[in-house]
């Protein structure tokens, strides 16, 4: 796309995180 690879993966990597704190609150 666009954005380069690893772009992409730090991304996924913040939205992982966020959804890990959201569900194991």
Request: aromatic letters at 24%.
């Amino acid at each position: 796309g666009l954005y380069p690879d690893f772009v992409f993966s730090l991304s996924v990597d913040k939205v992982q995180s966020i959804l890990c704190k959201y569900f194991y609150r």
